[in-house]
């Protein structure tokens, strides 16, 4: 397996004992995880993606985290994922939806 040049962490709430719980997960998260998986295979980027447990950032969520950015998005839905992921097309930020 070769690195890949991004890695996507979504939150899912996961708790010791691994129960989802919070509010990333209540708002669909686990959802993101498929549309961006597709998205990155349709747009051909070298990108990975896995669910984490709580980032502690409830209120901002769902929660998505790019590396090796480290850019943070809150309130994330599928219209924001395009935007994350056109600007990763070019190695950027999208910078209006970082928090």
Known sequence: ???PDFHIFV???FR???DPQGVCNRK???SLLQYIEEEILDRGLNAMVSSTGCLKLCEK???VVVYP???WYGEVDEGKID???D???SSQPAEELLI
């Open 87 to 89: 600007a990763m097309e």
């Open 61 to 63: 969520g769902p929660v």
């Open 83 to 85: 935007a994350i992921l």
């Open 69 to 71: 950015g480290g850019w």
């Open 11 to 13: 939150c899912n709430s």
């Open 1 to 3: 397996m070769h690195k």
């Open 28 to 30: 669909e998260a686990t």
């Open 16 to 18: 010791v004992g691994g």
